[in-house]
């Protein structure tokens, strides 16, 4: 179980065996912002919470002052946290040795991704080797930091669905300090959720987005527009163009060489781009066709 998770951890007094827990010992790394919380209150008692260190959303080093509950020893977990806005480097403890890994993908939410599997592989006896292996070769899966080629240009789609995955999306995009290009993509048919107003949850103001470009898109665009403007952003480094597939162009236009734009779209907005722009081999290519077509 993800130790560092409350709600997660809780599981463990339904199971009769031993429990394992994974999760992040870094006191180097703490949560940017204030991101939405899917928990703060302790499920034994119901007190509010206290973190000796917090992640990301409710994820951390946790306890509760009132009856005692806190999170339990890690035997596998991840220290020295290096994030990059393309790739992300730790260190994995496996209990018997550390890995020193380097991730072709960004993000915190990757790297728990990363140890989750590397724990399961660990319990099941795989070895380190082969672990390490396969981290240092893994690859973005369907729109969740995968990288497409727009006229020779590339663009990274990063899929975002709620303020705590967003506002993780631009803490990796951004965690090298420098301005970028972003696409912001909001649509609200069913399948992405009709209520848009968590974008207003979404930690755009801890970032420093000023000197950065943005092309807002989808069907509720200017919704997103106006985000952008209440995070600060001045209106000529917003651009609105409500055609998806277009909009992807127009950002990708605006890169220099070597540069790389970051896509930020909804569920059915990254369906439809990669309809237009995965790879003709890709079997999942025609998903977005077939959205666009009402089918």
Same mark, same amino acid.
């Given at each position: 179980?993800?130790?560092?998770?409350?709600?997660?951890?809780?599981?463990?007094?339904?199971?009769?065996?031993?429990?394992?827990?994974?999760?992040?010992?870094?006191?180097?790394? &703490?949560?940017?912002?204030?991101?939405? /919380?899917?928990?703060?209150?302790?499920? %034994?008692?119901?007190?509010?919470?206290?973190?000796?260190?917090? #992640?990301?959303?409710?994820?951390?080093?946790?306890?509760?002052?009132?009856?005692?509950?806190?999170?339990?020893?890690?035997?596998?977990?991840?220290?020295?946290?290096?994030?990059?806005?393309?790739?992300?480097?730790?260190?994995?403890?496996?209990?018997?040795?550390?890995? &020193?890994?380097?991730?072709?993908?960004?993000?915190?939410?990757?790297? #728990?991704?990363?140890?989750? =599997?590397?724990?399961?592989?660990?319990?099941?006896?795989?070895?380190?080797?082969?672990? $390490?292996?396969?981290?240092?070769?893994?690859?973005?899966?369907?729109?969740?930091?995968?990288?497409?080629?727009?006229?020779?240009?590339?663009?990274?789609?990063?899929?975002?669905? %709620?303020?705590?995955?967003?506002?993780?999306?631009?803490? =990796?995009?951004?965690?090298?300090?420098?301005?970028?290009?972003?696409?912001?993509?909001? %649509?609200?048919?069913? =399948?992405?959720? *009709?209520?848009?107003?968590?974008?207003?949850?979404?930690?755009?103001?801890?970032?420093?987005?000023?000197?950065? *470009?943005?092309?807002?898109?989808?069907?509720?665009?200017?919704? /997103? =527009?106006?985000?952008? &403007? #209440?995070?600060?952003?001045?209106?000529?480094?917003?651009?609105?163009?409500?055609?998806?597939?277009?909009?992807?162009?127009?950002? *990708? $236009?605006?890169?220099?060489?070597?540069? /790389?734009?970051?896509?930020?779209?909804? #569920?059915?907005? /990254?369906?439809?781009?990669?309809?237009?722009?995965?790879?003709?081999?890709?079997?999942?290519?025609?998903?977005? &066709?077939?959205?666009?077509?009402?089918?």
């Amino acid at each position: 179980l993800n130790g560092d998770d409350p709600l997660v951890s809780s599981l463990k007094r339904y199971v009769e065996g031993e429990v394992i827990f994974f999760g992040i010992n870094d006191k180097n790394l &703490k949560a940017i912002g204030n991101a939405a /919380m899917d928990s703060k209150d302790c499920l %034994n008692c119901g007190h509010e919470l206290l973190y000796d260190n917090r #992640y990301l959303g409710h994820l951390g080093d946790w306890k509760c002052p009132n009856c005692g509950e806190k999170r339990e020893n890690l035997k596998y977990f991840v220290s020295d946290v290096d994030l990059k806005p393309n790739f992300s480097t730790f260190v994995l403890n496996s209990g018997k040795e550390d890995l &020193k890994i380097k991730m072709p993908m960004p993000g915190l939410y990757n790297i #728990y991704n990363g140890l989750a =599997a590397a724990a399961a592989s660990l319990v099941l006896g795989i070895a380190s080797p082969a672990i $390490s292996h396969s981290l240092h070769n893994c690859e973005a899966a369907f729109g969740r930091m995968e990288i497409i080629d727009v006229n020779n240009k590339r663009a990274m789609l990063l899929l975002v669905k %709620n303020p705590t995955g967003a506002s993780q999306a631009l803490s =990796a995009i951004f965690s090298d300090g420098r301005p970028k290009k972003i696409g912001l993509f909001l %649509n609200d048919n069913f =399948a992405d959720g *009709t209520d848009v107003s968590w974008i207003w949850d979404v930690d755009f103001e801890t970032f420093n987005l000023k000197e950065s *470009t943005f092309v807002v898109s989808g069907i509720r665009a200017e919704d /997103m =527009a106006l985000r952008l &403007k #209440y995070a600060g952003i001045e209106g000529d480094k917003i651009i609105i163009n409500k055609n998806l597939v277009e909009s992807v162009t127009v950002l *990708t $236009s605006l890169l220099d060489r070597d540069e /790389m734009a970051y896509i930020l779209p909804t #569920y059915t907005a /990254m369906i439809e781009i990669r309809g237009n722009f995965a790879s003709k081999n890709d079997d999942l290519c025609n998903m977005g &066709k077939i959205t666009k077509r009402g089918i």
